[in-house]
């Protein structure tokens, strides 16, 4: 594929609601089929982030069939732990062969419960420990701006990561280099390992901080694919080599798309029985209608 | 006051005139910019002390300040390795080999990404700034990351060989320098080569393996050492990790003690790396490992700290004395 062809414009014709509806429902149901075969993992991290990578993936990001492609647009996850719902995007995507999903966590087998850049085609950047990958991310920009490239970098942060200091370094460090093809997505679904992250240690007023940072901000409902799509693509026609970073907080809802795992915080990690998979599983399909 | 351009400004002294040694380090990536090599320089708020702002004058495009946001400069550095620039950074070693040992691993060295890491100011050289700018872990930090190269240059040409000849290194690099004071050991034009040792003399008494600072000293020491009539080699181990472990099986056959010199602590550096080939062969020379003894430094000007611990050429001769007693 040449390199000035402009991939998403080919896999998503028609971004229409519908079908973002579905790859995001399809992230979901293919993290629980991943998740049963290690047993336990990180689904509801993965279901608050999923109409995000639908809407990256399928209609945002410039790519074509080659994951090294240097002129693609980069996604970075702070919260690598929600990798195995980007996983299967990336089989479908034609990077990753599709029986490499069904070993996912088996002795050999590339894809982990974090996403590992050298074992895995279309993973930007390893990740795993929270913190890094604004900061990655940053390299990555400057980078781009200095080869003359146009990309856009996407950093999803998880909102327990604004605890991280790193996190703060590289957002000083974006601004103030003027990196205006930066992306910072913030998963707001509200919720960290020890319980709601405004318990454990608050983040609020987190726009505000942001903007402070020298970023410009926008809030948006992180299940809604059409405004996602405008927001995110907004950013990225926006951005220019000399411009203000973007920071896009999604607010979102842990365990969405399942109702029990919505009203229980405690999902964050776990492992569904079959029998709850099920559940889970019937109610996803029901409501994409398949 | 005095801008930094000035004539007797700190920033211009600390340049021009303290610490001559570290001309190499700008002057080799200024080199590999004007042969087409995509170098990019960062350091976090240290361009004088490092003496970057050289590079930096010259290439302000292919300079990058973080300023003093260590971590993030690092994990910055990995990023930047992604899109084809080759980048160079550097500060203190004391925050590079400690402060940043985990974004040191996860982004640069298991990604590894060919970035390459600069501590300087190492071991004791900041004297009387005290122990958070003392580094005499790192090369244990560094040599413990898998991976990782970890390069101990002697002096600057050494180091500018080094710095070149990186660009046909794959891995990551982690390159321990003092502060451009350095007596030159070697000519201007000296090459380097990675993973081998530099045997300067042979000796059936004592052999001293040292790196960095510590090798001029040693072929002080040793010189000193032959006219009481004792057999003394010295051979410089710039490349730590890998090490010439071949070279160091070699010399315990035919010298008496193997004496090993680092600006460090005595666990994990140098001395514990020989000390690891060594236990794994039958016989051979006894091992004595000088250096830091496993504490924190006293605070005092760096040449009276060398003199303290016995890190210079007078101390090492006596260490080499003691241990064949």
Same mark, same amino acid.
């Given at each position: ?27 979901? +149901? ?21 109409? +995000? ?209 919505? +009203? ?27 | ?44 708020? /240290?361009?004088? #002390? ?13 300079? /990058? ?13 990995? =990023? ?51 122990? #958070? ?18 390069? #101990? ?22 390159? &321990?320098?003092? &502060?451009?004071?350095?007596?030159? !050991?070697?000519?201007?034009?000296? #090459? ?40 003394? =080699? ?39 790396? !020989? ?51």
């Amino acid at each position: 594929m040449s390199a000035d062809h402009d991939s998403t414009e080919q896999r998503s014709p028609a971004p229409e609601r519908a079908r973002l509806e579905e790859r995001a429902d399809f992230v979901r +149901t293919e993290a629980i089929r991943l998740i049963e075969i290690a047993k336990v993992g990180h689904y509801s991290s993965v279901f608050s982030a999923a109409e +995000t990578f639908a809407v990256l993936y399928y209609a945002v990001m410039r790519l074509n069939d080659d994951p090294r492609w240097p002129d693609r647009d980069r996604f970075l996850m702070g919260k690598g732990h929600a990798a195995v719902g980007l996983f299967p995007i990336l089989a479908d995507l034609g990077y990753l062969e599709r029986e490499v999903l069904d070993g996912y966590t088996r002795l050999g087998n590339p894809l982990g419960d974090h996403p590992d850049m050298t074992k895995v085609p279309g993973i930007d950047f390893s990740s795993g420990s929270i913190g890094h990958a604004l900061s990655n991310g940053l390299g990555m920009a400057l980078g781009g701006r200095l080869a003359g490239k146009d990309f856009t970098v996407f950093v999803m942060l998880g909102d327990g990561e604004m605890q991280e200091g790193q996190v703060w370094e590289a957002a000083l460090g974006a601004a103030h280099h003027r990196l205006g093809r930066l992306v910072a997505i913030v998963d707001r679904n509200g919720y960290q390992l020890d319980g709601a992250v405004d318990d454990v240690i608050g983040i609020e007023p987190l726009a505000d901080k942001w903007r402070a940072f020298g970023w410009d901000v926008v809030e948006v409902d992180g299940h809604d694919v059409e405004a996602l799509r405008a927001v995110l693509g907004e950013a990225k026609a926006n951005g220019t080599d000399d411009g203000r970073p973007v920071c896009v907080i999604a607010k979102t809802m842990k365990g969405k798309g399942v109702r029990y795992m919505e +009203t229980e915080p405690g999902w964050h990690l776990g492992y569904l029985d079959p029998a709850d998979a099920e559940r889970a599983v019937a109610e996803i399909t029901e409501r994409s209608g398949r | 006051m005095t801008g930094p351009r000035e004539e007797g400004s700190w920033q211009y002294r600390a340049v021009n005139t303290l610490n001559p040694g570290l001309d190499w380090f700008s002057d080799a990536l200024i080199e590999l910019v004007e042969e087409g090599h995509p170098v990019v320089a960062g350091t976090a708020d /240290l361009q004088y #002390s490092n003496g970057l702002v050289r590079f930096a004058q010259r290439h302000p495009d292919r300079f /990058l300040q973080f300023g003093i946001s260590e971590q993030n400069m690092v994990s910055a550095a990995a =990023g930047l390795a992604t899109t084809g620039a080759m980048p160079f950074v550097a500060t203190f070693a004391s925050f590079l080999g400690l402060l940043c040992v985990e974004q040191i691993r996860m982004d640069v060295a298991y990604t590894k990404l060919p970035v390459r890491l600069i501590g300087h100011h190492t071991g004791i050289a900041l004297g009387f700034y005290g122990t #958070s700018h003392h580094a005499t872990e790192d090369i244990a930090t560094m040599r413990a990351i898998a991976g990782l190269t970890v390069v #101990s240059p002697a002096d600057g040409p050494q180091l500018k060989a080094a710095l070149k000849a990186s660009v046909n290194w794959p891995e990551p690099i982690y390159f &321990r320098i003092s &502060r451009g004071r350095d007596p030159q !050991v070697y000519p201007d034009d000296v #090459s380097f080569e990675f993973g081998k040792g530099i045997e300067h003399s042979q000796g059936t008494d004592v052999t001293i393996i040292a790196c960095g600072t510590q090798v001029h000293p040693a072929l002080e020491a040793a010189e000193a050492l032959r006219g009481e009539g004792m057999s003394v =080699g010295v051979i410089d181990m710039p490349t730590v990790k890998p090490l010439d472990d071949e070279l160091v099986r070699d010399v315990a056959g035919r010298t008496g003690v193997v004496l090993t010199v680092e600006e460090h602590n005595v666990l994990g550096g140098l001395g514990g790396a !020989v000390a690891e080939v060594l236990a794994g062969i039958t016989g051979g020379a006894r091992l004595v490992r000088h250096g830091i003894q496993d504490e924190y430094s006293l605070i005092a000007p760096p040449t009276h700290l060398y003199q303290h611990y016995g890190l210079d050429a007078e101390g090492i001769a006596k260490a080499a004395r003691t241990a064949r007693e």
